[in-house]
């Protein structure tokens, strides 16, 4: 078996605010392997985000500190490269969708200035071949009229445009990893699907491996290889997609399955009413260290979840849950 492209360990994360220190992430530990398309889900708070930035450390510091762990890429700790190292890595090695285009690229520079950018720094092309690569880039996301694009700024494009160019930029570097966090929210349906399939088929034809953030569970069913389950900075679940969806282990994961809109009605002709999770995610800072985060808004709740944290630990092969319920 190959070894892990990525590797997140006990990774702990932070903020300092006027209260004192707030934990966001806490122990996050998972691998992603090569060719691989992880899924991260769970509410928002629940530190999937945070989790991501910290990957190559683009959370400002302060008020951001990472306080424990490691992440390897290659086998290498990007906790500890300088960061003339990082600036290699990022957009080079790992490449970043982030969740709002409009807010990532520059509104003051056309679109193949910041494209040309990025391929000059890490292949090396000179002006000319990376005008050419980034309009090849544009084109292989589906991008109709590609000159009139790259010659334009971001606020003269449409969001899924802007998200395809997203996309077209990140993948211009042939990056090993991709970091696609929650790169659908506020498309519609159709915009939605092009995007993913974009992300599923260069997977396929590359190898390049994928972690796709979301709250949306439906969305990762269709295209996950294995499924992240998030909840007050911490891992709660892990399993082969299949599998999770199938059979999840955990309550907050059943709860977050029940919570995906069903098309079918009860048989009287009237729908079904929509589940929602009970109450809010908790702030970290204020929970019992020896206390399940999901205690309070769990359906399933015993003394025994009160009384210690529970234990993350395998229900099936692959298959891990942290719970009590599951011992």
């Known amino acids: 078996m190959s070894e892990p492209l990525l590797s997140i360990r006990n990774l702990a994360v932070g903020f300092q605010t006027r209260h004192g220190h707030s934990p966001a992430v806490a122990g996050v530990s998972y691998d992603v392997m090569p060719g691989e398309i992880v899924g991260i ?68 520079l056309r679109i193949v200035t910041q494209m040309t950018e990025s391929t000059q720094l890490h292949l090396g092309l000179g002006c000319g071949d990376a005008r050419k690569h980034a309009l090849a880039a544009l084109a292989t996301v589906g991008i109709p009229d590609v000159e009139r694009v790259a010659g334009g700024y971001p606020h003269q494009l449409s969001g899924g445009m802007r998200q395809r160019v997203m996309i077209a930029m990140a993948l211009s570097t042939g990056p090993k990893l991709l970091i696609a966090d929650e790169p659908t929210t506020a498309l519609d349906v159709t915009i939605q699907a092009l995007i993913l399939d974009l992300i599923r088929k260069r997977r396929d034809e590359t190898g390049t491996s994928v972690i796709l953030t ?31 969806f199938k059979a999840p282990a955990n309550p907050y994961t059943r709860a977050l399955v029940r919570s995906i809109p069903q098309e079918e009605s009860n048989g009287d002709g009237a729908r079904q009413k929509l589940f929602q999770i009970p109450g809010l995610p908790p702030v970290l800072a204020e929970l019992p260290p020896s206390h399940c985060p999901f205690a309070e808004r769990c359906s399933e709740v015993t003394s025994q979840c009160r009384e210690g944290f529970p234990p993350f630990q395998e229900v099936a092969p692959g298959h891990f849950s942290l719970c009590w319920r599951t011992a």
């Open 214 to 244: 979301t709250h949306d569970l439906g969305v990762l069913a269709g295209i996950a290889d294995r499924v992240i389950v998030m909840y007050a900075g911490r891992v709660f679940e892990t399993a082969p997609a299949s599998e999770l």
């Open 41 to 108: 889900a769970g509410e928002s708070g629940s530190g999937k985000s945070v989790t991501n930035l910290s990957i190559l450390r683009l959370l400002p510091s302060p008020p951001c500190e990472i306080t424990a762990g490691e992440i390897l890429f290659e086998g290498r700790d990007l906790l500890k490269a300088s960061e003339s190292e990082l600036r290699n890595v990022r957009g080079g090695g790992i490449a970043v969708i982030f969740q709002d285009p409009m807010n990532s690229l520059h509104p003051l």
